[in-house]
């Protein structure tokens, strides 16, 4: 994973910049209460207070709309893992370390792992510029021998799969202390042994990981 921006679109006016901005917090909201097919266009430019044709200035429908507040959310989260990763070498436990951040990010922000998981965000494309640091990295892991060789089509659909999984349960659930670390470890064991990492140190990494969080 990578914290890279996913748009190259030309810069806003700045009241162009304004309205978006507008239209953005607003779906924020909205789908923190419910998913998107839920929620009328009205709905969305009422509660930022702009014209409803505003809206098709910036997105072309409402599944543009919930990816485009998605990524803002994945952004964030994105450049929590860089900074979690800093300087880690492994990449087994770089890989760990998406699934830790991903964690911690739904035990401190429901709301915003809430809108995250219901965006419809491209978020699981191998092709998606905020996986590439996670393609990547599986990419080491295969060079490397660490993982099964089926980890090359299926690895990143696969553990993303398992973040988002995790996330939401988190997000249900609320566990704290030890059975948010039991839930972490887990996971982060059937994981790695599920890429094909050996046992032993899919149970170190885990170990690990969860010690701090």
Known sequence: MTSHSTSSSPALSPRAARTRAALIAAGFELLAEKPIDAIPIDDVVARACVAKGSFFNH???KAA???AIGDEVRLELEA???AANAGVADPLARIAGGMRTGALF???EPKRTIVLLRSHASSTLSSHPLNRGLVE???AA????????EAHSGGVLYWLGLCQIL???LVEQRPAGDAARAALGTMLVLGLT???AAPERAKAIAGEACASL
């Open 65 to 67: 709309f919930a990816s």
């Open 80 to 82: 929590r893992i860089t």
């Open 194 to 196: 599920g890429l094909g």
């Open 142 to 149: 295969l060079a490397a021998g660490l993982v099964r060789e």
């Open 137 to 139: 990295d599986m990419a």
């Open 167 to 169: 996330m939401a349960n």
């Open 106 to 108: 739904a035990l401190a």
């Open 59 to 61: 997105f072309l429908d």
